[in-house]
């Protein structure tokens, strides 16, 4: 099982970024895929989620309108497009997968940062 997360990088402030978590070992559309952030001195955050069932998504209200969770099933992967981004939106970002039975995965992380 593996969760390997890409497309972090240095930004300026309104720019975009695309990031994505290539799923192997499972079916990412069985399980919730999740983007969570961590910024520096601080907790964990969750961003955008996208459910196993019906594919509804979630965001929260600080992304909201700025950031679109994607999953490409055939490809096995989960994207978050990220425009409008803004210094705060700096942190590392991680993709997870939980299933109802309470499996749980979680990738290593890639660190987007935004500054002019």
């Known amino acids: 099982v593996q969760l390997v997360e890409s497309g972090g990088g240095l930004v300026q402030p309104g720019g975009s970024l695309r990031l994505s978590c290539v799923v192997s070992?499972?079916?990412?559309?069985?399980?919730?895929m999740s983007w969570y952030r961590q910024a520096p001195g601080k907790g964990r955050k969750g961003v955008s989620c996208?459910?196993?069932?019906?594919?509804?998504?979630y965001y929260s209200n600080d992304v909201k309108g700025r950031f679109t969770i994607s999953r490409d099933n055939a490809k096995n992967t989960v994207y978050l497009e990220m425009s409008s981004l803004k210094p705060d939106d700096t942190a590392t970002y991680y993709c997870?997968?939980?299933?109802?039975?309470?499996?749980?995965?979680r990738g290593q992380g890639t660190q987007v940062t935004v500054s002019s």
């Open positions: 997870t997968a939980e299933s109802w039975s309470g499996d749980y995965y």
């Open positions: 070992g499972f079916r990412a559309e069985d399980y919730a």
């Open positions: 996208v459910s196993s069932d019906d594919g509804t998504t």
